[in-house]
C-alpha cells in the first residue's frame, strides 16, 4: 500500500478549528466482507482489528459524560463487530441518535440477516453505500455480484418501513464518483436515483449524500499506481470554495479509531494523524473536555477533498 501522506503534507490548507461536538463517529474494526476500489479504510475480509470490550464500555461512559446526541457507526463493516448488537441497545437506552453506515451486502450475509429487524427495533438510521444506480458501475467499483445484493437489502429494508414517507426509519443512500472526478450536482443526481429505483425496483430512501473520494489507502494508492495523483489534488484544489470551510464535518465532531484514540476526522485516522497532547495521543478513556474544544484541526492536502466544489461530509454535500 503506498502512503500518500508525505505527498499530502507538502500541500497546505488554511488553518480552522473545532467548534463543538455534534457527533462522535466510531471506527469499529477494518473487517469487512467487500474490498471495495474507492475504500479509505483499506477494509476487506482479512483485517482484524477490532474495537475491545473495554474500549467499547469507555466509549459509552464518553458518550454519558460528555452528554454526545449522534454517534455514527462505521468500519470495515460494523456490523462484523461482535459487540455491534450490545453498542446498538446500549445506545438506544441513553437515547442516541444512532447511524450504521452499512454496505448493504452484509444484511444478507450468514449470520447477520436478522439485522434489518435490530436495526428498526432500535430505530437507527442507515446510510447505505450506493455509489451509482446502474448495476455495471456499482459491481466495478464493489465487487461482482454487488448490485443485486444490494437491491436485495434495500428491499428488506423498505419492507420494514426504512425510507418510506410516512415512516420515521431513515434510509439515506451514499454515492461515490467512480475514480478521479468530484460528485455531480447532489439535488439532482438525488432525483435520477429515486427515479430509476422506484421505476425499476420499486425501492425508496430520504436522501442521497454525495461524497467525494479522499485521496488516502487504496484509493490514494491506486491514484499513485496510474500517475494520477497530481491531477487530482489539482482537480481538489481548483474547485476550492472558502464558504465550505463553515461546514466540514472536523468542525462538529471527533473521529474515535478500534483503539480509543481520538481523531479530527475518519481520513485523519486512515492517515494516522491523531490528536495528542505534548507526550501521548489523546485517548477515549482519559481525556478531558478542555482538551477536546477549541482545538486547531489537524490538515493537509487530502482536506481539499471535503471543500471541493459543492463540499463534501459523511453528512454529502456542504452546499
Known amino acids: 500500500m503506498l502512503d500518500t501522506l508525505p505527498l499530502l503534507n507538502k500541500i497546505t490548507f488554511p488553518v480552522i478549528s473545532r467548534k463543538r461536538i455534534d457527533i462522535l463517529q466510531i471506527n469499529l474494526g477494518y473487517r469487512c466482507n467487500q474490498q471495495c476500489l474507492h475504500c479509505h479504510v483499506n ?189 487530482y489534488m489539482e482537480l481538489l484544489q481548483s474547485a476550492y470554495q472558502a464558504e465550505n470551510l463553515e461546514g466540514v464535518m472536523c468542525r462538529y465532531q471527533l473521529s474515535i479509531d478500534w483503539q480509543g484514540y481520538i481523531y479530527d476526522c475518519d481520513f485523519n485516522q486512515m492517515l494516522d494523524l491523531p490528536l495528542q497532547d505534548s507526550k501521548q495521543r489523546l485517548h477515549i478513556g482519559n481525556v478531558t473536555h478542555d482538551e477536546l474544544h477549541n482545538r486547531e484541526i489537524i490538515v493537509a492536502g487530502h482536506c481539499y477533498a471535503c471543500t471541493a466544489g459543492q463540499g463534501s461530509s459523511c453528512g454529502g454535500a456542504l452546499s
Open 43 to 231: 477494509a476487506g475480509p482479512n483485517r482484524n482489528e477490532e474495537m475491545s470490550h473495554e474500549v467499547v464500555l469507555q466509549t459509552l461512559d464518553f458518550i454519558q459524560k460528555y452528554q454526545i446526541k449522534m454517534v455514527d457507526l462505521t468500519g470495515g463493516a460494523p456490523e462484523m463487530h461482535p459487540e455491534f448488537i450490545f453498542l446498538i441497545e446500549a445506545l438506544y437506552e441513553l437515547g442516541v441518535k444512532i447511524i450504521d453506515r452499512c454496505n448493504l451486502t452484509i444484511l444478507n450475509e450468514p449470520n447477520y440477516e436478522h439485522l434489518p429487524e435490530l436495526l428498526a427495533k432500535n430505530q437507527v438510521d442507515v446510510v447505505a453505500s450506493m455509489p451509482c444506480y446502474l448495476e455495471e458501475n456499482v459491481n466495478k467499483q464493489r465487487g461482482s455480484g454487488v448490485f443485486e445484493s444490494s437491491i436485495k437489502a434495500l428491499k428488506k429494508l423498505n419492507q420494514l418501513g426504512y425510507g418510506k414517507s410516512e415512516s420515521p426509519l431513515v434510509l439515506n443512500l451514499v454515492y461515490n464518483p467512480q475514480g478521479a472526478s468530484l460528485s455531480p450536482e447532489q439535488i439532482q443526481l438525488e432525483k435520477d436515483y429515486k427515479a430509476f429505483l422506484y421505476e425499476q425496483f420499486g425501492i425508496s430512501f430520504n436522501q442521497l449524500f454525495t461524497i467525494t473520494n479522499v485521496p488516502v489507502k487504496r484509493f490514494g494508492s491506486m491514484l499513485i499506481s496510474k500517475n494520477e495523483f497530481k491531477s
